[in-house]
């Protein structure tokens, strides 16, 4: 079993910058693609970045130019630098990979790490 370990939340003024990691571990499977979500409080949870196995990337219009989406050379780690944040980023962040099991597909989802920005 894959299991995705989350790190680097926590809080921050607003401008500044952190940087989230998201390590997998266990029996490591093909990872097609890789995914930040967040979910604020009483809002639902939306899609903030995502990497795709073949190195595209795409961002939620409000995160564009401040957030950068990256992995490791292994592709098992994914991050996200956040820069200039703002108090509408707070939130809990999620990553999420799809792991590529030959017949299927399955969902990995990591334990969520807390930012907050303070303004």
């Known amino acids: 079993q894959m299991h995705l370990v989350e790190s680097g939340g926590g809080l921050v003024q607003a401008g500044g910058s952190l940087t989230l990691s998201c390590a997998a571990s266990?029996?490591?499977?093909?990872?097609?693609?890789m995914t930040w979500y967040r979910q604020a409080p009483g809002k639902q949870r939306e899609l903030v970045a995502s990497?795709?196995?073949?190195?595209?990337?795409s961002y939620l219009d409000p995160v564009k130019g401040r957030f950068t989406i990256s992995r490791n050379n292994r592709k098992d780690t994914v991050y996200l630098q956040m820069n200039t944040l703002k108090p509408e980023d707070t939130a809990v962040y999620y990553c999420?990979?799809?792991?590529?099991?030959?017949?299927?597909?399955?969902?990995?989802w990591g334990q969520g790490t807390q930012v907050t920005v303070s303004s």
């Open positions: 999420h990979m799809v792991g590529d099991h030959d017949v299927s597909f399955k969902d990995y």
């Open positions: 266990g029996n490591i499977v093909p990872i097609t693609l």
């Open positions: 990497l795709s196995g073949g190195g595209r990337s």
